[in-house]
C-alpha cells in the first residue's frame, strides 16, 4: 500500500496573495493573530488574546511571509520591535479600509510546525469573509501604539469602525 505524500498548509500561500491584492489595490492589510507562548509580539498590546497587526510596507521594515512564519520590525509606542509569528496562529487577514479579507482555524500546534506528522488532517478551507460595521466607544490614548503596526482601524466615516466577524 503507498501512503499518499504529505501536503503543506494552504494557509501561507493564501495569507500571501491577500496581501498581494490589498497592496495592489492601495489598501491595508492588517492580520489578526491569536497570542500564545509561540508568538513574539509586544504583549502590552494584546486584547483577549488577540492582536491586530498592521503588515503595510509603510508599518512595517524587513517583512517576510514565509510558510513558517511572517516575521517584520514595526514601532509601537515609538519602539522598535521585533515581531514573529508562526502562520498557524494567523486566524485572519483583511483589508482595513473595506474589511474584505479571509479567516483561518486556528492550529493547536503551531508551535510545534518543525515537527510534522506524516497523518497530518487536513484542514478546513480557509473562508472568505466581510468585516461587519459596530460602534465603539472612545478609547483614551493612553496605553496605544502612536505607529502604524497596532491595528486601531479609523473608520472611513462617522463613529463605527470595522469589525472581523468569524464565520464557521
Known amino acids: 500500500m503507498s501512503q499518499s505524500p504529505v ?24 492580520i489578526v493573530v491569536a497570542v500564545d507562548a509561540s ?19 509603510g508599518a512595517t521594515s524587513s517583512l517576510v511571509l514565509g510558510n513558517d512564519y511572517i516575521d517584520f520590525k514595526a514601532r509601537f509606542g515609538g519602539v522598535a520591535r521585533d515581531i514573529s509569528v508562526p502562520m498557524g496562529r494567523v486566524s485572519a487577514i483583511y483589508a482595513r479600509e473595506n474589511g474584505q479579507g479571509m479567516t483561518f482555524p486556528i492550529e493547536a500546534a503551531a508551535a510545534k510546525l518543525d515537527t510534522p506528522s506524516p497523518a497530518q488532517p487536513v484542514s478546513p478551507a480557509p473562508v ?5 460595521i ?32 468569524r464565520i464557521k
Open 128 to 132: 472568505l469573509s466581510g468585516v461587519q
Open 134 to 165: 459596530k460602534p465603539t466607544a472612545s478609547k483614551s490614548k493612553q496605553g496605544q501604539a502612536d505607529d502604524k503596526a497596532l491595528a486601531e482601524p479609523k473608520p472611513a466615516s462617522g463613529s463605527a469602525r470595522p469589525a472581523l466577524t
Open 39 to 57: 508568538v513574539r509580539v509586544p504583549m502590552e498590546f494584546v486584547r483577549d488574546g488577540e492582536i491586530v497587526l498592521n503588515v503595510s510596507m
Open 7 to 30: 501536503v503543506s498548509s494552504t494557509r501561507p500561500y493564501m495569507v500571501r496573495a491577500m496581501y498581494d491584492w490589498c497592496v495592489d489595490n492601495q489598501l491595508t492589510p492588517f
